[in-house]
Nanobody, 124 residues
């Protein structure tokens, strides 16, 4: 069984930065891709970023490309999301997820373990 616990969310002003962390338990962390998704009130969950099992390749939604950076440390069973130049439209609950695949995708159904989420609020 895999457990994912996100942290690092909070309230930040437009243009600010936050770094989210997702700590994973279980033996499978280093074997699969990891992703970040988000869901704003009244909206569907959307893909944000993903990283391959080695951390060698990353994949981003167009809306965050150039502003967000995903990374992972397999020695610490942790995946990160560095968020810069934040905008009010980035406000959402952010979830990390473990994929069933080694390569990164933006498809929610490719992920079988999910964290509880951490709230990110960007004020204008």
């Amino acid at each position: 069984q895999v457990q994912l616990v996100e942290s690092g969310g909070g309230l930040v002003q437009t243009g600010g930065s936050l770094r989210l962390s997702c700590a994973a338990s279980g033996r499978t962390f280093s074997s699969y891709a990891m992703g970040w998704f988000r869901q704003a009130p009244g909206k569907k969950r959307e893909f944000v970023a993903a990283v391959t099992w080695t951390g060698g390749s990353t994949y981003y939604a167009d809306s965050v490309q150039g502003r967000f950076t995903i990374s992972r440390d397999n020695t610490k069973n942790t995946v990160y999301l560095q968020m810069n130049s934040l905008k009010p439209e980035d406000t959402a609950v952010y979830y990390c997820a473990e994929s069933v695949l080694k390569y990164a995708t933006g498809i929610g159904n490719d992920y079988n373990y999910w964290g509880q989420g951490t709230q990110v609020t960007v004020s204008s």
